[in-house]
C-alpha cells in the first residue's frame, strides 16, 4: 500500500473514526464478528478490503459468513445475502451470539460512558417520556451480554461521552444488578465478554485492567488530549496517551471511491 | 387447522379480521419485504388500539403517527440508514405512545416459547441492562390495553438462580403470542405454503406464535409447483389462514429477487413524517386518496417501479446499473 499521508484537514472526523476502527480491527483477522447496523458495517468492509480479508462476519438478521459486493444500507439489505455461506433469520443470526461463540460485537450508539455502557434506546431522564427517543436496544443489548468483547464507534461529544449513560442498553464493565439496579462488576452477574475499545471521532479509548474507568490510549493526528478533555463528559485519564499514526492517502481513498462512493453513509 | 383448499382472499377481506385491541405482528425486519400494503389497509379500516410487536419501523410507523397503534413491545425504533422512525419518535416523545423496551434475543425466544408451546423459557439476555428496569415496563398498561389480556403475561420477566448449572442470575422470558401475523413473501401457494428468499427475520418463528397467519404474496404460484421442492419453503400451510397475492406489496421495502429499496421513496416519507401536519397530509396523498394497492401502484407510475427491478444473480439491483 502507498505509504502516502493525508492531512487531518482532508478528511472528515467520521472518516477518521471509520479508518482507525477498521485498522483495529486487523486484531479480528480470521475471528467472528457480530456488525452492527450503520458505521459498524462501513468499517468492518474497509477492514475486510484493506487489513482482516479473513475476518468472518455475522448479522443478527441471519447471515453468516457475510461477503457483500456493495456497501449494504441495512442488516436486512439482499446485499448481505448474496455470497453469505448461509442465509436464515434472526434466531440464526443471534444464537451464535448467546452460545459465547462470537469473538467480538461491533456497534455505535448515542452514548458512552466511563464504563464502557452504551446507550442506543433514549436520551433524558423518564423512558416513558424521553427528551429524544433513540433506535432502540436492537441486538446492541445481546451484544454486550454475549459477545467475547464490544468495540464502540460513536463521535466524540461531552453529551454523548458521559459519567453514565441516561438507559443502560449494552451492558459494559459495571452494570446494574436488578431489582435494585445498582452497579456491579459484570462478573459478579455471571457474565464474560467487556467492552475493550471505543473508537471515536477524536481518539481510540480503552478500559484499564483494574478499575475498568475509560482512558485514552491515542489521539488522532490533529487533536490534542485537551481536546479530548474538553469533549468529555468525566475527567479522563490521559496519562497514557500516544499519537495514532497518520491516515493513508489510499484508507481515504478506498473508503471514498470504492466503500460508499455515493456518500449513502453521509461521512464527507 | 384444517387446510382448506383454498385462502385465497383479497386484501380487504383479510384485514377485516384484524380487531380493534389486536397484539399485530408484522413480519420481516426494518426495510425489507414489510407488508406495506396491509399496513394501508389497516389504516384505510381505521384499526385501533393495536399492540405491535418487535418495531416500530416502516410498515409500523405509518400506523403509529395514523393512530391505530397504542404500545409496543419490541427493540428496534429505526429505518436504518434513513434515520429514526418519525411517527413513532414524534408519539413517543409526546407520551401519546408507548413502548416497552425487550432486547433482540427477548423477542426471539418469546417468539420461540410461543412456538412450541411453553409459557417462558430461559435466558441470560439484557443481564445489567435497563431492560430489567421494572421503572419502565409498560406490562400493565399493555395489558389492559388487549382486546386479549390473557395473550400477555402477569410480569414482564421473573429473574432467578440458575438452578441447573449454578450459573447465577437467569432471566424467564414469557411466551410472546401474537393475535395476527401478517407476513410479505415472494411466493405463496393458494393453500399457504410460502417461500421465502433473503433473511427470515423472525417470520418462521412467528407464525407458529400467531392465531390468525395473513400471508401476502409478490406471486402466487400453483401450490403444487412449491410442493415439488418443500426443502426451500419456509412457511408451512398448516400455519396459514388466509393468502393475498399483492405485487410490489412491500414498497418501498426490498423484496430480494423481485425489486429493491425505493430510497428516495422512504426518504420523503421520513422528511415528511417528522411533522404531524405534514404526516397528515403524507396519508391523505398516498393512502386515503388511492382506495386500494393497485391506484398507489399506479400513482408510483411504471417506470419508477422499473427502475426497482432486481438484477440476476444478485437479488438486488446493483448501484451501478
Redesign the interface.
Known amino acids: 500500500m502507498s505509504e502516502k499521508f493525508v492531512r487531518p484537514e482532508d478528511y472528515s472526523p467520521t472518516e477518521a473514526m471509520v479508518i482507525y476502527a477498521a485498522r483495529f480491527l486487523k486484531n479480528f483477522d480470521g475471528k467472528r464478528g457480530l456488525i452492527g ?2 458505521l459498524p458495517l462501513v468499517a468492518t468492509q474497509l477492514a475486510k478490503m484493506l487489513y482482516c480479508p479473513n475476518m468472518i462476519t455475522f448479522l ?4 453468516a459468513d457475510a461477503n457483500p ?2 456497501l449494504p ?10 455470497g453469505s455461506s448461509w ?5 440464526e ?2 444464537f451464535p ?2 452460545r459465547n461463540e462470537i469473538d467480538f460485537g461491533f456497534i455505535g450508539g448515542a452514548q458512552i460512558d466511563k464504563y464502557g455502557n452504551v446507550n442506543s ?1 433514549f436520551v433524558g431522564d423518564d ?13 446492541a ?2 451484544i ?3 459477545a467475547k468483547t464490544t468495540v464502540t464507534l460513536m463521535a466524540h461529544q461531552k453529551r454523548r461521552v458521559v459519567e453514565m449513560v441516561d ?5 459494559g464493565w459495571m ?5 435494585e ?1 445498582h452497579l456491579v462488576r ?1 462478573e459478579e ?3 464474560k465478554g467487556g467492552p475493550s475499545t471505543f473508537v471515536s471521532t477524536l481518539g481510540v479509548m480503552k478500559f484499564d485492567d483494574e478499575t475498568k474507568e475509560m482512558y485514552v490510549d491515542k489521539v488522532f493526528p490533529g487533536i490534542s488530549v485537551a481536546d479530548i478533555k474538553a469533549n468529555t463528559g468525566f475527567d479522563i485519564d490521559v496519562e497514557r496517551a500516544t499519537q495514532s499514526d497518520p491516515i493513508l492517502l489510499e484508507e481515504v481513498r478506498i473508503l471514498r471511491e470504492e466503500i460508499d462512493p ?1 456518500n ?2 453521509r461521512m464527507r | 387447522m384444517q387446510a382448506k383448499t383454498n385462502k385465497l382472499v383479497s386484501l380487504n377481506e383479510a384485514i377485516q379480521t384484524i380487531h380493534d385491541g389486536d397484539v399485530l405482528f408484522m413480519g420481516s425486519f426494518i426495510d425489507s419485504r414489510r407488508p406495506m400494503a396491509a399496513a394501508h389497509e389497516i389504516i384505510r379500516q381505521q384499526k385501533k388500539r393495536l399492540i405491535l410487536l418487535a418495531q416500530c419501523s416502516l410498515a409500523e410507523d405509518i400506523l403509529v403517527g395514523s393512530g391505530c397503534a397504542a404500545a409496543w413491545r419490541g427493540c428496534y425504533t429505526g429505518m436504518a440508514t434513513f434515520g429514526l422512525s418519525p411517527a413513532t419518535l414524534r408519539k413517543i416523545e409526546s407520551g401519546d405512545f408507548f413502548p416497552d423496551e425487550i432486547g433482540h434475543i427477548d423477542i426471539i425466544l418469546g417468539a420461540m416459547a410461543a412456538m412450541v408451546g411453553s409459557p417462558f423459557v430461559a435466558t441470560r439476555a439484557t443481564l445489567g441492562s435497563d431492560v430489567l428496569n421494572e421503572q419502565y415496563s409498560r406490562n400493565e398498561y399493555i395489558k389492559d390495553l388487549a382486546g386479549h389480556p390473557e395473550m400477555i403475561p402477569h410480569q414482564k420477566f421473573v429473574l432467578m438462580e440458575d438452578p441447573f448449572f449454578d450459573e447465577g442470575v437467569i432471566k424467564l422470558q414469557p411466551a410472546m403470542p401474537a393475535d395476527v401475523a401478517i407476513i410479505h413473501v415472494q411466493q405463496a401457494g393458494e393453500k399457504g405454503t410460502a417461500r421465502i428468499s433473503g433473511s427470515l427475520a423472525f417470520d418462521h418463528y412467528f407464525v407458529h406464535g400467531a392465531r390468525t397467519v395473513i400471508i401476502t404474496a409478490e406471486q402466487v404460484v400453483p401450490e403444487e409447483y412449491l410442493r415439488r421442492d418443500p426443502n426451500r419453503n419456509q412457511i408451512p400451510c398448516t400455519a396459514v389462514d388466509m393468502v393475498v397475492e399483492v405485487p410490489w406489496g412491500a414498497h418501498p421495502s426490498q423484496v430480494q429477487n423481485f425489486y429493491d429499496t425505493d430510497s428516495q421513496f422512504i426518504k420523503d416519507y421520513v422528511t415528511a413524517a417528522k411533522s404531524e401536519e405534514m404526516f397528515s397530509q403524507w396519508i391523505q396523498e398516498w393512502v386515503f386518496k388511492v382506495n386500494s394497492w393497485d391506484e398507489y401502484l399506479g400513482k408510483l407510475g411504471a417506470v419508477r417501479l422499473q427502475k426497482l427491478r432486481s438484477s440476476p444473480p444478485f437479488g438486488y439491483r446493483p448501484r451501478n446499473i
Open positions: 447496523t450503520g443478527e438478521t441471519g447471515q459486493q456493495e444500507i441495512s442488516i436486512m439489505d439482499s446485499r448481505l445475502t448474496f442465509q436464515m433469520g434472526d434466531p443470526g443471534l451470539l448467546s434506546t423512558y416513558n417520556k424521553p427528551t429524544k427517543r433513540l433506535a432502540g436496544t436492537a441486538g443489548v445481546d454486550g451480554v454475549f438507559y443502560l442498553t449494552t451492558p452494570v446494574k444488578k436488578w431489582p439496579g459484570r452477574l455471571g457474565m455515493l449513502i453513509y
